[in-house]
């Protein structure tokens, strides 16, 4: 298997991981419509705002933020999260990045230094599988990452999922794009209620409320492949902490690729 797998040396200086998690599965295939709701699958409260701009933004400055480092990797991270889509977060937002020319097409070739990570079904596993795709991609771990996503869940991340994996702080940055133009006191209610405040409480996202947001997000069984590819962080993966280990916050107390 591993034969089929070349880490060439274009790869061997990338050290920055740069993920855009997905937020929602755009149904396109050219960018004239790509602003335009239904051609899109979102959740309810998604629409009838600027949600669709806000992701937008968040692929393209992604995007810039990779053209600007030639040692980024850009990964576009999430799964099959749709019963009615037959692809997953990740790959659309790819596709939409080439569809509307904002990454580069060297030789009609797909541009090197970005891919998908097409198996997280929340944040925790957006930024942890995508720590685990940067080295199935390249064949190491980064050194350092950046994370594009909504500014409201800018604490969600750097605070509590940043932590549970140990990353140092230093090594951790994160680029906030909220709508614009909204009132955005109700996002801000349900990024606590939903977000925050059952991670305070599941570090791991892994009990009861985060568990069956798990599931309801895997309606085709979807099974992620980097206990093979990234064995490194095995024991990481089963972490699941309860009583017996101090509780649904202890932290992994393992080693890590990144603790050097």
């Given amino acids: 298997m591993y034969a089929t797998v070349d880490h060439g040396s274009h790869l061997s200086t990338l050290n920055h991981l740069v993920i855009v998690p997905g937020h929602a599965i755009w149904k396109g295939t050219t960018a004239k419509h790509v602003f335009e709701e239904d051609s899109w699958h979102l959740e309810p409260f998604q629409r009838g705002g600027g949600s669709v701009q806000a992701i937008y933004n968040h692929i393209a400055r992604g995007v810039d933020i990779t053209l600007e480092d030639e040692r980024a990797l850009l990964v576009f991270s999430g799964g099959q999260t749709k019963k009615v889509s037959t692809t997953t977060e990740g790959e659309s937002y790819l596709r939409l990045a080439h569809a509307s020319s904002l990454l580069p097409s060297p030789t009609n070739e797909h541009f090197p230094r970005a891919t998908t990570e097409d198996n997280a079904l929340d944040s925790f596993q957006n930024l942890l599988f995508s720590i685990a795709r940067f080295h199935e991609y390249t064949g190491h771990y980064p050194s ?39 009132d955005l006191a109700p996002a801000r209610n349900g990024e606590r209620q939903n977000g925050w405040l059952p991670y305070v409480q599941d570090s791991y996202g ?13 309606p085709f069984n ?39």
């Fill in 206 to 218: 892994c009990h009861d409320f985060l568990l069956a947001k798990r599931r309801a997000r895997n």
């Fill in 222 to 260: 979807r099974f992620h492949p980097y206990f093979t590819s990234s064995p490194e962080l095995a024991a990481l993966f089963n972490w699941c902490p309860g009583q017996d280990e101090g509780g649904q916050t202890a932290l992994y107390p393992g080693p890590l690729p990144w603790d050097k």
């Fill in 144 to 182: 350092q990452i950046t994370i594009v996503g909504f500014e409201i869940k800018r604490r969600r991340f750097t605070e509590l999922h940043r932590a549970a994996l140990r990353w140092p702080e230093e090594h951790f940055h994160y680029v906030g794009i909220d709508v614009e133009g909204e």
